[in-house]
């Protein structure tokens, strides 16, 4: 049996947490630099704000409903998650973390354990030890289990947040119930495609022909039909390197002078740097990019990126900051205004097999000096040791005119009571 265990309208949540005053009351969290929502609590939905509605529309909506609006505080949601996943990796040995606020955990070898009881259990040690509410969905594929999940957020008070799909009727039943929509895997676009064949739910879905699932939505669609029949297709994931790491960020006015942008974008190749790092991987290619503001129609606009090839693979900061500021030149034409630029690291190779050159090569010193630097940045807080090119009589940060404090992770900012 596999479990999906789900983080109700999670990032909400977290704020509720350390603001009990919340509870109750319609909240939504803002994406970066306060653009647009992407987390609503149940009233927040109810009052017909959808998800990635842009702030600056629904201001009045805001206003006239008392709405808590907060900017995303990612240090605390992290946080948050890592304790969640903890408790939730206490009760199963195999488990696929799928996302910050969901997990897949196996159950092999619990035939004679009541799964029922024990994901009440996880549900009540979930909320007591961090307060965030789950609900979580028990059936034999990864698929099913998500439609068990949806079942169990959807009717709390029947299922009191948990449901399991362990025989035929309820599977039947759930996937009758479910729109084919809803489904795990069906974007907008094979949602059409399945709804102009009289294909409504999930059910229905399940009774098309193989052969015209595979040619129309790959093997994929294949697996997902499988996976609601309860056929077994899709195990469970363990964590990937990834093949690129991306920092970018949209400024906080229009720059059109180099230095300005020079300092941004080294600091974007650091960022890449420390990441590239904690993978233990080294890039072999790095991009940088300028864009113009596309908005202000009234300047003109100017868009555009470059690719350097290094003579080495390196994760180094130093190297790194050198090759994106070059990059950099290659682009930069005055007399535009810059509204956002990034750096963009790719062609990975780990670091510990990397492929030396006769004429050049990465200075052996910098493994080192890159190990203290992290070392002293995670003791004492990020980039306390920078770079010289980066300003360091600067913070940069994004528009978070609304964020919460990080109760869990700063001392700092952590919840003051008085009594």
């Given at each position: 049996m596999?479990?999906?265990?789900?983080?109700?309208?999670?990032?909400?949540?977290?704020?509720?947490?350390?603001?009990?005053?919340?509870?109750?009351?319609?909240?939504?969290?803002?994406?970066?630099?306060?653009?647009?929502?992407?987390?609503?609590?149940?009233?927040?939905?109810?009052?017909?704000?959808?998800?990635?509605a842009p702030a600056f529309e629904y201001q009045n909506l805001f206003d006239k409903n008392n709405v808590n609006v907060f900017s995303c505080n990612f240090t605390l949601y992290g946080d948050m998650s890592s304790r969640v996943m903890n408790i939730l990796s206490s009760y199963s040995p195999d488990m696929e973390i799928y996302s910050i606020d969901e997990a897949?955990?196996?159950?092999?070898?619990?035939?004679?354990?009541?799964?029922?009881?024990?994901?009440?259990?996880?549900?009540?040690?979930?909320?007591?030890?961090?307060?965030?509410p789950v609900s979580i969905g028990f059936a034999p594929t990864k698929a099913l289990a998500k439609v068990a999940n949806r079942i169990a957020k959807k009717f709390p008070e029947r299922t009191k947040g948990v449901y399991m799909i362990d025989d035929e009727d309820k599977r039947v039943k759930a996937l009758k119930w479910l729109k084919i929509e809803d489904a795990w895997g069906i974007g907008r676009r094979h949602a059409k495609r399945l709804q102009e064949k009289n294909v409504f739910t999930a059910f229905q879905f399940t009774y098309l022909d193989d052969s015209w699932v595979k040619?129309?939505?790959?093997?994929?669609?294949?697996?997902?039909?499988?996976?609601?029949?309860?056929?077994?297709?899709?195990?469970?994931?363990?964590?990937?390197?990834?093949?690129?790491?991306?920092?970018?960020?949209?400024?906080?006015?229009?720059?059109?002078?180099?230095?300005?942008?020079?300092?941004?974008?080294?600091?974007?190749?650091?960022?890449?740097?420390?990441?590239?790092?904690?993978?233990?991987?080294?890039?072999?290619?790095?991009?940088?990019?300028?864009?113009?503001?596309?908005?202000?129609?009234?300047?003109?606009?100017?868009?555009?990126?470059?690719?350097?090839?290094?003579?080495?693979?390196?994760?180094?900061?130093?190297?790194?900051?050198?090759?994106?500021?070059?990059?950099?030149?290659?682009?930069?034409?005055?007399?535009?205004?810059?509204?956002?630029?990034?750096?963009?690291?790719?062609?990975?190779?780990?670091?510990?097999?990397?492929?030396?050159?006769?004429?050049?090569?990465?200075?052996?010193?910098?493994?080192?000096?890159?190990?203290?630097?992290?070392?002293?940045?995670a003791s004492f807080g990020n980039q306390k040791v920078r770079l010289a090119v980066q300003d360091t009589g600067r913070v940069w940060k994004m528009k978070q005119e609304k964020l919460s404090p990080r109760y869990s992770t700063n001392l700092d900012e952590t919840l003051i009571i008085k009594i």
């Open positions: 596999f479990a999906l265990i789900d983080c109700n309208n999670f990032y909400a949540s977290c704020e509720r947490v350390f603001r009990p005053d919340l509870v109750g009351k319609p909240v939504v969290v803002l994406s970066n630099n306060d653009g647009c929502v992407i987390a609503r609590s149940n009233e927040a939905k109810d009052l017909g704000i959808p998800m990635g897949f955990p196996e159950f092999k070898g619990f035939d004679f354990f009541d799964l029922q009881e024990m994901g009440g259990k996880m549900k009540k040690q979930v909320e007591q030890w961090t307060g965030i040619k129309n939505m790959s093997v994929v669609g294949l697996r997902l039909k499988k996976e609601l029949l309860g056929i077994p297709t899709l195990q469970l994931e363990q964590p990937q390197n990834k093949k690129s790491i991306a920092t970018t960020r949209t400024f906080d006015g229009n720059y059109t002078d180099f230095q300005l942008i020079r300092e941004r974008v080294a600091s974007f190749a650091v960022s890449c740097a420390e990441k590239l790092r904690k993978q233990g991987s080294c890039c072999n290619s790095l991009m940088v990019f300028i864009y113009t503001n596309g908005h202000r129609e009234d300047l003109p606009q100017y868009n555009q990126s470059t690719v350097i090839k290094l003579p080495f693979a390196t994760n180094s900061t130093i190297d790194l900051v050198k090759f994106a500021e070059l990059g950099l030149k290659q682009i930069f034409i005055e007399g535009y205004a810059y509204k956002k630029a990034g750096v963009i690291v790719m062609d990975f190779t780990s670091q510990n097999a990397q492929q030396l050159t006769l004429f050049e090569s990465v200075n052996p010193k910098h493994a080192s000096l890159m190990k203290a630097i992290d070392k002293i940045n």
